[in-house]
């Protein structure tokens, strides 16, 4: 049974909906985290938001204070 997630922007609906519900849900989750981090980071960040998610937890932290303290 599928719960029906939403494609997240800026991937095709079509192969979204191709993919088994585990991949569609790893998916979403990573751009839930991505937006999150997003909004961590605010408008003016030249970081990349998706390829921070990536990162270990720690290395992502260090990342963002690094940038926060440059633009001081």
């Keep these: 049974m599928k719960i029906g997630l939403v494609c997240p922007p800026g991937m095709d609906a079509e192969v979204f909906n191709s993919l088994p519900e585990d991949m569609q849900r790893k998916i979403v989750e990573q751009h839930r985290a991505a937006m999150i981090v ?22 992502r932290r260090e990342i963002i204070e690094q940038e926060q303290q440059e633009r001081r």
Excluded at 41 to 56: H, I, K, N, Q, W
């Design 38 to 59: 997003s909004e961590e980071l605010g408008s003016s960040s030249t970081l990349d938001p998706e390829a921070l998610v990536a990162l270990p937890e720690d290395m």
